[in-house]
């Protein structure tokens, strides 16, 4: 079973559409989870860090939320330049250092 | 500002050639290091990580191996590549205590032939 789960696994909106990314997971204590952007045949790139259900953090058009088994990033009037793949991580306490548990991301396509 | 470098960018091999990726970050000091796989159709899969120069730890048995032999550097290497070898590998670094945002290089697409 994974323990990191993400939906949908693509997702199509027209610019402008506002639309929310899903990522739930099953580990037994929460250190950290991390959201990344990945364009095609690139690393991917840092953009959130949550810690405690209840907290949010915002940059531009994206929103991350954290709940006690789920995240979500909402994506507000997205454009096309939004278009990449979306990867949740997360990281376990007690877990080995630094290995983050990577889902498998949504792949979101904006069309202007 | 920190920065990651990989290379090469993307390189092709036959099976059973040997491999040598690497990877080099600029702008910190005593970094963990972290090598990943990325496969179609699958999540990134941590392969080894260091905290420190010669101190490697492998997550997941495999056909490869690990080096840091400077503070700022860490090598992936295979003696004899498989098919199964194939992926986009991904170095990624992080400050030192704090295992928490881990950054990552551009990347190296390997397809073993």
């Known amino acids: 079973e994974d323990q990191v789960t993400q939906s949908p696994e693509a997702l199509r909106l027209q610019e402008g559409e506002s639309s929310s990314l899903n990522c739930s997971y099953t580990v037994s204590g929460l250190r950290g989870l991390f959201w990344y952007r990945q364009d095609p045949g690139k690393g991917p790139e840092f953009l959130f860090t949550?810690?405690?259900a209840g907290e949010e953090k915002e940059k531009e058009r994206l929103k991350a939320t954290l709940t006690k088994k789920e995240s979500f990033l909402h994506i507000t009037a997205p454009k096309p330049e939004d278009s990449a793949t979306y990867l949740c991580a997360v990281q376990e306490i007690g877990g080995s250092q630094g290995n983050l548990i990577f889902g498998k991301g949504t792949k979101l396509s904006v069309k202007p | 500002s920190q920065t990651i470098h990989q290379w090469p960018a993307t390189l092709v091999q036959p099976v059973g050639s040997p491999l040598s990726l690497e990877c080099t970050v600029e702008g910190t000091s005593n970094p963990n290091l972290y090598w990943y796989r990325q496969a179609a159709g699958r999540g990134l899969q941590l392969l080894f990580y260091s905290v420190g120069i010669g101190q490697i730890s492998s997550e997941v048995p495999q056909n490869l191996s690990a080096s840091r032999p400077q503070d700022r550097q860490f090598i992936l290497s295979s003696k004899k590549l498989l098919l199964s070898d194939s992926g986009f590998y991904l170095c990624a670094w992080s400050v030192t205590g704090r295992s928490y945002e881990q950054y990552f290089g551009p990347g190296t697409r390997l397809t073993v032939t």
């Open positions: 949550l810690y405690s």
